[in-house]
């Protein structure tokens, strides 16, 4: 969890001196270019950067790019160490890995072949993260909560407001995001909703969860609300509570009017274990102190 806030301030490092200056070297080549080449060449130099031929400064076109393209690239490989954070299995954590290294080596290995294979390759990349950019904005910021409320506890703990808890989507609901961010809310005719906005920063929208029963779960990390469809048996969870609202659940339960608060099937299963050696642990001091009162009598 560490990770993820030393990776972004690494990438808030780069995107403020390493890309400008890549993208400066970039234009006063193109620059270099322009001013050796023939004045034939020039026409057709022109014709395919036009803004060149009337003394553009490129640096002006070169540097927004290449910042909103480390952008993109940067959220989608950070998202990746977000699936490494909540991945609770070794082997899919070094996959991850090695496939993240996988691309960047691609990157060298495609322009030590061809310098404009390597310049296609990265735009490939360029666009595939720009088409996962809103999933990988999602995420980050999922797992960017979730590591702050397990690192600095404390400090989560003043933010907790149990009539409007902060909480994720679970699935995708009513043209809502899995993984967006927003506040379960209860509204005057007391239907439950979740509310949020869009980027963080645009207008905010409210919809309406589906009609049926819900319950709370409890985690080892997390609490949970669970919902049953009328006409179904089954419980599916919709909306991830942050973990700063561990042991709130009663809180969340009351205001909301739900009824159910669930142990959790893993949580139960550590309560059974440590229910289990206590008892064990018990019972040997009990035989210890039954065996040195025999004795002594």
């Known amino acids: 969890m560490a990770e993820l806030f030393e990776n972004k301030v690494s990438g808030l490092v780069a995107s403020a001196s390493f890309v400008p200056f890549v993208a400066t070297q970039m234009a006063q080549h193109f620059d270099a270019t ?15 950067i036009p803004i060149a031929a009337i003394g553009f400064d490129l640096r002006l076109l070169f540097i927004p790019l290449g910042i909103a393209a480390f952008f993109v690239v940067w959220m989608t490989s950070h998202a990746i160490n977000v699936l490494i954070e909540v991945s609770p299995f070794g082997f899919v954590d070094s996959m991850l890995k090695i496939f993240k290294v996988s691309m960047l080596g691609l990157v060298v290995l495609s ?11 990265s735009l490939l990349i360029v666009l ?43 699935r995708p609901l009513a043209g809502v995001p899995a993984r967006t961010y927003g506040r379960l809310v209860r509204s005057p005719d007391g239907t439950i909703c979740f509310s949020f906005r869009p980027w ?16 709370i779960s409890k985690g080892i990390n997390f609490p949970s609300l669970l919902h049953s469809p009328e006409t179904a048996d089954s ?3 919709i909306i991830l ?9 009663r809180a969340i339960a009351d205001h909301f009017a739900i009824s159910d608060i669930r142990e959790s099937s893993l949580t139960k299963g ?5 229910a289990w050696l206590t008892e064990t642990l018990n019972t040997g001091k009990a035989k210890h102190a039954e065996l040195q009162n025999t004795r002594s009598a």
């Open 34 to 48: 322009q001013a050796q080449i023939s004045p034939a060449a020039h026409l057709h130099y022109a014709s395919i």
């Open 111 to 121: 322009y030590l072949i061809n310098p404009y294979f390597g310049a296609a390759i």
């Open 128 to 170: 595939v993260a720009a088409m996962l950019a809103p999933s990988a904005f999602r995420l980050t910021v999922f797992g960017t909560l979730f590591a702050s409320d397990t690192i600095i506890p404390w400090r989560a703990r003043r933010f907790v407001t149990p009539t409007e808890a902060h909480a994720f989507m679970a």
């Open 200 to 215: 963080l920063i645009l207008s905010r929208r409210t919809v309406q969860l589906p009609a049926g029963t819900l319950a």
């Open 235 to 237: 419980c599916t969870r």
């Open 241 to 249: 509570f942050l973990p700063r609202y561990r042991s709130h659940e």
């Open 270 to 274: 550590f309560v059974a274990a440590k």
